[in-house]
């Protein structure tokens, strides 16, 4: 089999992980990745900024042109595997797809909800298998043209996401991720009851500085990844597994990565987190207040959580 696999590809990316899995999964005689965090870091700024928003402009130009130039005879490849093609005309996907080449889109994000593109759009009857992590818009890939539509959950990476810190090493709660309103408001009740936080990602600066002289506070930056991202989780007792309310996620990769790293997952009640875990295996909650007081009690009852920790990790 020869397969070619077009996608962000920068180290400690979660599409890096998927082709690198791919990869040993298939075993397969050829792999050849087309980066496109090349073409997109090459671009302007501005153009970068602009193309992002509106998938349209020179960045679009720039990825489309590096693929065509990187793939020079797409009739060698039984597998094409698109890894987030929102930015991907399907000029060029119908120029790469011959006679028995499986053609497969799959993205972790929301396509329709949010990060909707209209080249995504155009592209999708061209696919044979499109792949979502997003049980809510199954329906939206079929009303949009899509061929076979696939559901999977979201997954981690077990050559990074494990343990780095026995259960006596670790402290307090960790929340990796960007800002939002009601984030601020729950993680603001955690620090009121003095509880250790550690706080990484987009948007939080001005929470910290707002909250800089509370040493229960650990603000870690902008952001974490690769190993920084795992080692951060291993080594607090509870990871909160968050849910953005800009769409209708129902569970991210943190659902499945901070119990990996063997770390207590405060998860958000509902019927899809459920069919993963029980309530000995995660702290659920439906309202931020129902977070603090149930992560409150778990670190006053270091046993109770270890235990919880051990039974997440088997499952």
Not at 226 to 254: C, N
Not at 270 to 289: A, G, L
Request: with cysteine; charged share 25%; net charge neutral.
């Amino acid at each position: 089999m020869k397969v070619l696999f077009v996608g962000h590809y920068m180290p400690g990316c979660t599409t890096r992980m998927r082709g690198e899995y791919l990869r040993q999964l298939l075993q397969p005689e050829t792999f050849t990745v087309v980066d496109t965090d090349i073409p997109i870091y090459g671009t302007n700024r501005l153009f970068r900024s602009f193309g992002w928003r509106y998938y349209r402009g020179p960045l679009i130009r720039n990825v489309n042109q590096y693929i065509r130039e990187q793939v020079k005879n797409a009739a060698d490849f039984d597998l094409i595997w698109i890894d987030k093609g929102v930015f991907i005309e399907p000029g060029v996907l119908a120029a790469l797809k011959k006679p028995g080449t499986l053609l497969v889109h799959f993205t972790p994000d929301t396509a329709f909800t949010n990060n909707e593109s209209h080249l995504f759009n155009a592209a999708l009857p061209l696919y044979d298998y499109c792949v979502t992590t997003k049980s809510f818009e199954l329906d939206m890939y079929k009303k949009a043209g899509a061929g076979k539509v696939l559901y999977c959950t979201q997954g981690y990476d077990p050559a990074l996401h494990h343990a780095y810190h026995r259960f006596e090493e670790k402290t307090g709660v960790v929340f990796i991720g960007q800002h939002e309103p009601w984030r601020e408001t729950a993680i603001g009740g955690l620090l009121e009851r003095k509880i250790r936080v550690k706080l990484a990602g987009a948007g939080w600066s001005g929470f910290a500085g707002k909250h800089r002289d509370n040493p229960a506070l650990e603000y870690l930056g902008t952001g974490l990844f690769d190993e920084q991202y795992a080692r951060a989780i291993s080594g607090s007792l509870v990871g909160l597994g968050f849910l953005s309310k800009r769409f209708p996620e129902l569970h991210t990769t943190r659902t499945f990565e901070i119990p990996a790293c063997e770390t207590a997952l405060a998860a958000e009640d509902n019927d899809e987190t459920r069919t993963f875990y029980t309530d000995d295996e995660v702290i659920y909650f439906k309202q931020p207040e129902e977070m603090v007081n149930k992560v409150e009690y778990m670190l006053q009852h270091p046993e109770a959580l270890e235990r919880m920790i051990a039974k997440a990790k088997r499952k």
